[in-house]
């Protein structure tokens, strides 16, 4: 078998984490044809006059709920959405006829402005900017909790580009809590809960653990030709002192990455001031390669962590925090929405490969 048939692949990969999310892996889809696209135009402008987050603007926004370090030098700076998803200006109650049932739209919605710079982007910022920005989701999600019992989850969250849905170009994130746990955190959480109790090992610890130690080669019985092989480390992107950044086997989308904690922790809530610079290192380091590989990737990125509610206070040991980094290079199939079956046309593999083969520490870099 040569090296192209092994690293032509059509295969559906299970997601260990949630069994019942599946990703058709389909390397030989890449050939068909189809238009060439140019990566999205960036709007790299330091300031722009008209834009409310840019300094001098502040007027343009809501009143500042934080900043940080402070109001007068603003680094970052946390303001009500003036558009919000869910809000806490109103009290409906809950409604229920037949079978049909709806939920108090209640919760809050926050955006945060990343950054003073109106077209920086992730890869750009310092270490240090990222060491701050991580504290000021910690303080205001702390914050959030704190201040209100109904609220039962909180997601910080990213969308970079018109393709994942920014409507203002100024680099921000956004803060949305809500009085129920969204769907794709209770399943992380059950999930894991359910192989914790069987194994007596959180899921997420031992993911890491196949990723800095687990290799094999895989052979076909019938003709004894090598199907696979899984080299210790190949799905590591970047690798930390207290985190790691991972390919996950199955990928929803071709350059999704997620960064983890190196050591057991379920509440982002909990991390230290050590882990904070930790984390904004390899957050800088992972974007500069999906930078370097794929350029001006629009994406989205977000936080899952442990929820708050006594129906969810035995999972320290079995639910580990992390962030899912989903770069948004195609768009969603009529397949893919009618079946929930993710497909990807590159390997995770060889998308690993490319990321890792970035060389960062060059001058050119």
């Not at 048939?5 to 559906?12: D, F, M, Q, T, V």
Request: glycine fraction near 6%; aromatic fraction near 8%.
């Amino acid at each position: 078998m040569t090296d192209t048939e092994i690293k032509a692949i059509r295969e559906i990969r299970i997601n260990p984490i949630v069994p019942s999310e599946s990703v058709l892996v389909a390397t030989a889809r890449s050939m068909r044809p189809r238009k060439a696209e140019d990566p999205a135009p960036r709007d790299t402008r330091r300031h722009v006059d008209t834009c409310p987050f840019c300094t001098g603007n502040e007027h343009m926004t809501p009143p500042t709920i934080a900043s940080y370090p402070d109001g007068d030098n603003w680094q970052a700076r946390i303001v009500e959405n003036l558009y919000p998803v869910l809000g806490d200006d109103r009290s409906t109650g809950n409604l229920v006829f037949g079978l049909q049932q709806a939920i108090e739209g209640y919760g809050r919605h926050e955006v945060i402005i990343d950054h003073r710079q109106h077209g920086i982007a992730l890869h750009e910022m310092s270490e240090e900017h990222l060491f701050l920005l991580f504290g000021a989701y910690q303080e205001r999600m702390t914050q959030i909790y704190a201040n209100d019992a109904r609220i039962r989850y909180v997601l910080v969250f990213k969308n970079f580009g018109p393709a994942a849905g920014a409507s203002i170009a100024h680099t921000h994130s956004q803060i949305i809590a809500m009085p129920v746990v969204p769907e794709n955190v209770y399943n992380e959480v059950t999930h894991s809960r359910t192989h914790y109790q069987k194994q007596h090992q959180c899921i997420f610890c031992s993911l890491i653990d196949e990723a800095l130690t687990f290799e094999a080669t895989i052979y076909d019985r019938a003709s004894g030709q090598i199907r696979r092989r899984i080299n210790v480390g190949q799905y590591v992107v970047e690798r930390g002192e207290r985190f790691i950044a991972i390919k996950p086997f199955a990928s929803r989308y071709e350059w999704e990455v997620h960064i983890l904690p190196l050591q057991h922790q379920s509440n982002f809530l909990d991390i230290t001031e050590h882990d904070r610079a930790d984390l904004a290192r390899v957050l800088k380091r992972t974007m500069g390669r999906l930078d370097a590989v794929i350029g001006g990737a629009q994406y989205n990125f977000f936080l899952h962590s442990q929820p708050r509610g006594d129906d969810f206070a035995d999972c320290d040991a079995s639910y580990h925090w992390h962030l899912e980094i989903c770069p948004r290079t195609s768009i969603p199939t009529g397949f893919e929405l009618g079946s929930g079956l993710f497909v990807s046309t590159l390997s995770p593999e060889e998308a690993a490969e490319r990321l890792r083969s970035v060389d960062l520490d060059s001058p050119a870099a």
